[in-house]
């Protein structure tokens, strides 16, 4: 039973935020919405004109009606069955902060992402960004956390993020049910800390390797809002080395284990 519920704890623990109806809450203001799609309007309706006249200098060029008709011809005739904001980046440079919005259309046939870049310059705003990409299915349906279909390092990675939080969470009930002092509180909160950390895109598959880097606790997986999940592995440095003072403490006598069992 104590094995199971470690898993549980850990497994949870894991998947912290794995409520997506939370995590993809995305702070913005009603106009952001707004401002992508009279930009997609503008275009499904062929006024390029509009569109190029709020354009940055630096995205204007001989072929920008070409781009524009190309990006135009990759929305369906119907209208969208729903529009979603999925990504919304705010940027505050020196001068001139910069909101990088990015709009999901569903159509009955296909799917959509617009992104859109804006920067105020003073008083006036220019778009110097611009981009429709067709996507196979929803960002929701792309990036869900799903064990189907996964490589061998995927699964190597999401395996060794669970060992880790339940050896570490193991470890942990050891240094409850331990005398160590005044300083039981600072062990405690050791024994979650990992060192290192080894990295995987659960969508992509690409994984990463970092060597100087201190987690807690030792296993986890983040989120962004609509994003890829990536699962996290780290070397549960600080519960090995409470079992390496736990058993210096017993060798010298300062620790007695209780007995397994009653007198007869």
């Known amino acids: 039973m104590r094995f199971i519920s470690l898993l549980s704890i850990a497994f949870c623990t894991l998947l912290v935020g794995c409520e997506r ?27 390029y004109e509009q569109i190029e006249s709020n354009l940055d200098s630096s995205l204007v060029d001989s072929n920008i009606r070409d781009t524009l008709g190309k990006m135009a011809a990759l929305f369906p005739a119907e209208n969208p069955q729903s529009i979603k904001l999925v ?24 799917w959509l992402l617009v992104n859109i870049a804006i920067e105020r310059k003073g008083d006036a705003s220019k778009v110097v960004g611009f981009h429709v990409n067709l996507i196979p299915d929803s960002l ?37 049910q331990t005398n160590v002092g005044r300083t039981k509180w600072l062990w405690i909160l050791f024994v979650l800390t990992g060192v290192g950390q080894l990295a995987v895109n659960w969508t ?61």
């Not at 792309?142 to 999401?158: A, E």
């Open 21 to 47: 109806d939370i995590a993809r809450k995305i702070v913005s203001s009603p106009e952001d919405e707004l401002i992508v799609s009279s930009y997609v309007d503008l275009l499904r309706q062929g006024q």
């Open 87 to 110: 990504g919304l980046d705010v940027s505050h440079g020196q001068e001139n902060p910069t909101r990088n919005m990015t709009l999901e259309y569903q159509f009955p046939s296909k």
């Open 140 to 176: 929701e349906n792309l990036n869900k956390f799903t064990l189907v279909r996964k490589s061998g390092i995927q699964y190597l990675i999401l395996t060794s993020a669970v060992c880790s939080l339940l050896f570490s969470f193991y470890v942990l009930t050891l240094c409850v």
């Open 204 to 264: 992509t598959g690409q994984w990463t390797f970092t060597l100087l880097s201190i987690q807690l606790p030792c296993g986890r997986a983040l989120a962004s809002p609509y994003g890829p999940w990536t699962v996290v592995a780290t070397l549960p440095v600080g519960a090995i080395l409470f079992l390496n003072h736990r058993w210096k403490m017993r060798v010298t006598g300062e620790l007695i284990d209780p007995p397994t069992h009653g007198p007869i």
